[in-house]
């Protein structure tokens, strides 16, 4: 059995991780802070952007959501403790002292024992890094980028607003902080190859992250990506694709990289392609069985410098 995973996986698991870190079971519980995002004010922000992904429960409090959220989760695992997860658009993007009331509001909720946030390396500024690290010292505390590519050409194509060295340095910011950092990375862009894909992995892993979220494009309606497709049905990956990519990937990122995401579930429920997503399960699923098959594991291409 692979030595960071809890059962039949060949890479890093959330799971393994969380029980390994805290001994029980840790649930990230998704809240929306009602922030907004830089990239906004640039014209739509990315191309695939349907404008705050997350829970759409951000006419309620913290507190409310929390409820709605964790019932069934209280359900399925009796003793389980959170982890508050604030997702949708940038959520370090707002005057520090609004800052300090949401996290402070969130990490006051039962049973919620760390914070994971998700913003843009371009939304770190020094008094921003300075706090965090200083919530670092008190909780667990996780910090989620997008990059999506380690290309630049495809950051400009996607209007992300800001480039890899941008993101490069917020890593190397967030890490002399002490703090876990989690990066996003999208397979699927038009215009990138399987190799393109694979430097991303690589590139990430050369700079150190400490985990990673893995996910293929989809195209929502109402966003200038859905536009593009309408004039022009570009190609999308193939699941059998997305899977070889995928543990093509997972190869090239050395085995303490904990494996958040190898796959999404589209937010909207409209979304228009590729379809193959609705069946999330099918790709974890496919994942572990091509592993298997050509008895690979996460890391084993990584070479020590
Ligand atoms: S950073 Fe996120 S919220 Fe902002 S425009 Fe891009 S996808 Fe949308």
Same mark, same amino acid.
């Given at each position: 059995?692979? $030595?960071? !995973?809890?059962?039949?996986?060949?890479?890093?698991?959330?799971?393994? &991780?969380?029980?390994?870190? &805290?001994?029980?079971?840790?649930?990230?519980?998704?809240?929306?802070?009602?922030?907004?995002?830089?990239?906004?004010?640039?014209?739509?922000?990315?191309?695939?952007?349907?404008? =705050?992904?997350?829970?759409?429960?951000?006419?309620?409090?913290?507190?409310?959501?929390?409820?709605?959220?964790?019932?069934?989760?209280?359900?399925?695992?009796?003793?389980? $403790?959170?982890?508050?997860?604030?997702?949708?658009?940038?959520?370090?993007?707002?005057?520090?002292?609004?800052?300090?009331?949401?996290?402070?509001?969130?990490? !006051? #909720?039962?049973?919620?024992? =760390?914070?994971?946030?998700?913003?843009?390396?371009?939304?770190?500024?020094?008094?921003?890094?300075?706090?965090?690290?200083?919530?670092?010292? $008190?909780?667990? #505390?996780?910090?989620?980028?997008?990059?999506?590519?380690?290309?630049?050409?495809?950051?400009? &194509?996607?209007?992300?607003?800001?480039?890899?060295?941008?993101?490069?340095?917020?890593?190397?910011?967030?890490?002399?902080?002490?703090?876990?950092?989690v990066a996003h990375i999208?397979?699927?862009?038009?215009?990138? !190859?399987?190799?393109?894909?694979?430097?991303?992995a $690589?590139?990430l892993?050369?700079?150190?992250i400490?985990g990673i979220k893995i996910?293929?494009?989809?195209?929502?309606?109402?966003?200038?990506?859905?536009?593009?497709?309408?004039?022009?049905?570009?190609?999308?990956?193939?699941?059998?694709?997305?899977?070889?990519?995928?543990?093509?990937q997972?190869?090239?990122l050395?085995?303490?990289i904990v494996i958040f995401r190898?796959?999404?579930?589209?937010?909207?429920?409209?979304?228009?392609?590729?379809?193959?997503?609705?069946?999330?399960?099918?790709?974890?699923?496919?994942?572990?069985?091509?592993?298997?098959?050509?008895?690979?594991?996460?890391?084993?291409?990584?070479?020590?410098?």
């Amino acid at each position: 059995m692979f $030595k960071y !995973s809890l059962d039949n996986k060949r890479y890093h698991t959330l799971n393994y &991780f969380f029980r390994n870190k &805290f001994g029980f079971k840790v649930v990230k519980v998704s809240l929306n802070g009602n922030f907004s995002c830089p990239n906004f004010k640039n014209g739509q922000g990315c191309i695939f952007c349907a404008h =705050g992904s997350g829970n759409r429960l951000e006419h309620k409090s913290l507190k409310e959501q929390f409820e709605i959220i964790k019932k069934p989760l209280d359900k399925k695992w009796k003793d389980a $403790k959170y982890i508050a997860y604030l997702q949708a658009n940038t959520n370090t993007y707002a005057p520090i002292d609004v800052l300090k009331k949401v996290y402070t509001e969130a990490l !006051s #909720l039962p049973n919620v024992i =760390g914070l994971d946030i998700a913003t843009r390396s371009d939304a770190l500024n020094d008094d921003v890094l300075d706090y965090l690290e200083e919530l670092n010292k $008190k909780t667990f #505390l996780i910090v989620e980028l997008g990059l999506q590519s380690c290309h630049d050409t495809t950051l400009k &194509f996607i209007k992300r607003g800001h480039d890899v060295n941008n993101f490069q340095e917020a890593v190397k910011k967030l890490k002399e902080r002490g703090i876990f950092v989690v990066a996003h990375i999208i397979n699927g862009i038009p215009g990138e !190859s399987k190799e393109m894909m694979i430097e991303t992995a $690589k590139f990430l892993n050369e700079i150190g992250i400490n985990g990673i979220k893995i996910h293929m494009l989809y195209i929502s309606p109402e966003t200038e990506l859905a536009s593009m497709y309408q004039k022009e049905k570009f190609p999308l990956l193939s699941w059998r694709e997305y899977v070889d990519i995928v543990c093509e990937q997972l190869r090239y990122l050395n085995d303490k990289i904990v494996i958040f995401r190898i796959s999404s579930s589209p937010e909207d429920e409209n979304f228009m392609a590729p379809k193959w997503l609705e069946k999330r399960k099918l790709i974890l699923n496919e994942v572990d069985k091509e592993m298997k098959k050509r008895d690979i594991y996460q890391g084993d291409k990584v070479t020590s410098s």
